[in-house]
């Protein structure tokens, strides 16, 4: 039972760490779209464009509701980086630590 408490402790990480990267990854074409540097007319851009607004949309759009753009500047991802960050570090393995003491394989 305990590897697979740990099994599915390393997907849930391996997820949030993937989700991360493509908050990043986002937020930096985003930035080179707004200043002109790439351009979303290129098909390879779109897609890659789209992929990461389709993935990052749902996490993304709960902050961008709450949280208003501080003079132009949305800073949800950085909210949201910041939890992915935080539950990671301290919910998961705490989380974890208690399966495993629950079902004697600590």
Avoid: C, K
């Amino acid at each position: 039972m305990a590897a697979i408490i740990h099994f599915v402790f390393f997907i849930l990480a391996a997820l949030l760490s993937l989700l991360w990267w493509a908050i990043i990854i986002s937020a930096v074409l985003s930035w080179l779209v707004a200043f002109d540097i790439i351009n979303l007319r290129n098909q390879a851009v779109y897609q890659i464009s789209n992929f990461l607004d389709r993935v990052t949309g749902p996490v993304l759009r709960p902050f961008q509701r709450i949280i208003p753009p501080l003079g132009g500047v949305d800073i949800s991802p950085i909210i949201v980086l910041l939890i992915i960050t935080g539950v990671q570090r301290y919910i998961l393995p705490a989380l974890e630590m208690t399966l495993l003491g629950l079902f004697g394989g600590y």
